[in-house]
């Protein structure tokens, strides 16, 4: 899907894609892992080379 900037931020935008997802489909979350030491590091690159990192 594109969509211009302008239009991802808009709230009429975002009510009719909410209204599009179903709850009753939707796959079942993992279990959370219990806290410990362990360090995770995640990037994901998009097409336009954007790179957040978490």
């Not at 709230?11 to 279990?31: I, S, Y």
């Amino acid at each position: 899907m594109r969509e211009p900037v302008a239009g991802l931020l808009d709230k009429g935008f975002a009510r009719t894609l909410a209204k599009l997802l179903d709850p009753g489909k939707r796959v079942p979350l993992p279990k959370s892992p219990s806290p410990s030491s362990y360090t995770i590091y995640l990037t994901v690159v998009d097409r336009d080379c954007t790179t957040p990192h978490f």
